[in-house]
Structures are given as C-alpha cells and as structure tokens.
C-alpha cells in the first residue's frame, strides 16, 4: 500500500535495537541517562486506517546517552491491540471502532465493567522497580526499558475505581511521590485524586471529588500543599453513550461552554476541596506547572478557547495538514483564598506540549519549554521567562519539534543549567533527529539523525539511572 498520508501521521513498519546515531555536534559528556519517548507508531491494519491520531499502536523509543553518544531503540508494544492489528482487526481507543473505547460504551450502555484496551500509547513511569507505559483507558503495560520488550500488563496493589485515568502523573520529586487521578462514571460520577509513593505500587486516596458530567480531563499538576485539576466543560455525555452509533470517546464528548471551567485545588493532605472556582469557558491538555505563594495558587497551563482541537486530531483531518483550529496560550490563574480568579496571558505565540525542569515541579518556576506552534511549516522550541514574560525561540524551516525535556545538569545551580531534549521530524530529509540544546540560551549544540522518520509521539520521560 502507497503511503500519501502527511509526515508524522504515516506508520513505521521497522525496529531497530540499540543503534549508533550519527551525531552532528557535541553531545555534553555530563549527560548520562535514557529518554524513553511513547506514542503512535502504525495507523493502518491492512487496507484499515484509524481515524484518531491517538489511536495508533504503541511504540516506545528509547534515546539513551553516553559519553557524547546518542544510541537508538524503537519497539512496538506487543498487546492485545497489536495482536489484534496483526490479525487484520483494528481496535482504537479514542475515535475509532474497535474493542477500545467502543467496550467503554458498552459499559456505558449494559452497567457492566468494561475490558478496556490495553493500547497504552500516551506515556512512561516508573512505579516499584517497573518501567510502565500509560494511556488513559485503565490498563498498563510493563516493559523492558533496556530493550522495550513488552513485559506484560501491570496492575496496581488496590482496587481504586476507574474507568478513565490519568496518563499524565506528575513526578514530584521534592515529595518522593507520584500524583493522578481516575474518573468513575456513574449516576454520582467522582474523580478519584491519588498519590503513589516512591516503591510502591498501593494508589493512597487523597480525594474523591464529585463530578459534573464528569469531564474529559487529560492532565493535573502539584503544589507543595495542593492537587489542581481543571474541569472544562467538555463533557462526556452519557446520553450521547446511549445513542447506538457512536463508537469513540470523540462521539462522547459534548462541549458545554455554558457551564464554564471549574478548577479544583485540593488540600494534599486533608483531600478537602479548598477552592472550586468558575472561570469562563476554556479547553486544556496540558498543565506546566503550579505552585503557592503566601496568598495564592499559581497555575500555568496551555490554554484552548474551546475543544475543537480535540476533533481536529483525527486523520482525516491531520492528512489535510495541520488543523486550523485557534492556536493554544500559555496562561496563569492566580487564585485567591476568597476563591477569585485572575487570568492572564504569558506568551503571545502558540505554545504545547509544555515542562518545567523537574526539580521545580510544585515550586515556584521561571522557565517553562515547550512547542511553538504557530510557524509556518514547522514547530518551533520556545523557552518562556514566566518571570518577566519575555520568551526565546529556535525554529527551522521543515523541522516539526515534539515535547521538549528539560535535563539539568548534575549540581546546577541555576534552573536552566543543563540541556533541553527534542525529537524533531525533519520533512526534507524524512529522518527523525534528536536535537540538543542549551537550556540557557537555546542553542543547538547536537544533532543525532535516527534510522528513519518516526511518526508523531507523545510524551516522555528522561531516567537519570538508565
């Protein structure tokens, strides 16, 4: 079959096993550890394509470092929705039909417990000594993260209802601990707020929640002293569940802008819900950070006018180049203990796929990374002063930047001592490179040319101890 899809949405049918990446440049000699990256990496079981970008199989990416060497691992998770790919039977998760999302519906429809994919396509942790790949249906995959050979399902120590959650956990380092959250549905739907600690794998409630609608919810973020979660009025719609065509958690999704955005701060060790204000109607991703000062609640997060970018990711679309939907915006809440918002902007270009350095996760931050968005043909890596709002950028021609990892360097002083990681599809070359940049100033110091061009992915994580 001819691929005449866009580059980044067209599937890669190789693997390759700890391969040499030519570099250009000088990797630091200091950077020694592993970036695994998960996302999409096939769309297509013989003449079937998904519809949703997010349904693609999941394939892991290991980009690991060494005394200024980069070498190179990609593996498709080997699950029950690869095997079914393999079999000619496609089962997507979020806009497509399939055993994914479409058995959510009907547990929906019947009140039984659903079987829910085990496609974790989305993201990367580490809980108890195993490396774990994440998506948002209640189901983990354990690997190998030497060799990203599948190790099979993992399951946490409890019995913590979900039917939705969290592929988005935050790493708090300063607390030794993970945080997420699930969603039950329900006729008193809740969102379950949890922590697991550093060797654990028991999920610790901190809150249940009750939820309007519930809400689709992709990402939360930590202070020292609180968990928020941002509840946009993008609902999944239990009578839209009902209708017997609707086969994807896209055919759900119902956008109420009339109930506005509840943001939900939650005491981190009481689980008392000590905030819940309404803003205006707005859509998000992703968080970047939070933290708390002597009277406030600082959120930054990537900010949407509304959720037609979540329809905008299907293939149909994407094939036709990339969506014109509204640019998102890097925005603060400041939240007040009478419960008030202030809303303001901190970067006037596009921004996604947004990180702070992890040391600052739940503190206060200066520099958030992420992708800039509105260049014409390509991505671009903004570094954005949250401080005095002033931004830096790198961008190429024909370069479409992923999620940026911010790495410090060992002893640094300063929060952006240290390295940024970007995988980067370059469309004239139809190669993926990995790009290293310094954090301070955003030059590019490294380039390493990888084997092939990987489609679009996700999200990662960089491991000191790989």
Known sequence: MTETHSPGFHSLRTEVSDETAPVEGTVPAWLSGTLIRNGPGRFESGDERVNHWFDGLAMLRRYSFEDGTVSYTNRFLRTEAYADAQSGNLSGQFGTDGGGWRRVLAWVRSLGPPTPTDNANVHVARFDGEYVALTEAPRRVAFDPETLETRGDFSFADNLPEHITAAHLVDDPNHEEWVGFTTEFGLSPQYHVYRVSRGSRRREVIASI?????????????????????????????????????????????????????ILVVDRDTGNLVADPLVDAAFTFHHVNAYADDEHVILDLIEFPDASIVGAMSLADLDGGFPAVPDAALTRYRISPDGSVERSRLYDGGMELPRVARTVVGREHRYAYGQATDREGANGLVKVDCQNGTAREWWERGVYIEEPIPVRRPDAESEDDGVVLATALDSERDRTVLLVFDAATLELLARATLPHAEPFGFHGRYFDEL
Do not use: K
């Open 210 to 262: 009750d939820a309007r609608g519930p809400a689709y919810i992709h990402d939360c973020s930590v202070t020292d002293s609180h968990v928020i979660l941002v509840e946009s009025p993008l609902v999944l719609s239990v009578w839209r569940a009902l209708a017997p065509w609707n086969e994807g958690v896209t055919d759900l999704l119902d956008w109420r802008p009339d109930q506005r955005t509840r």
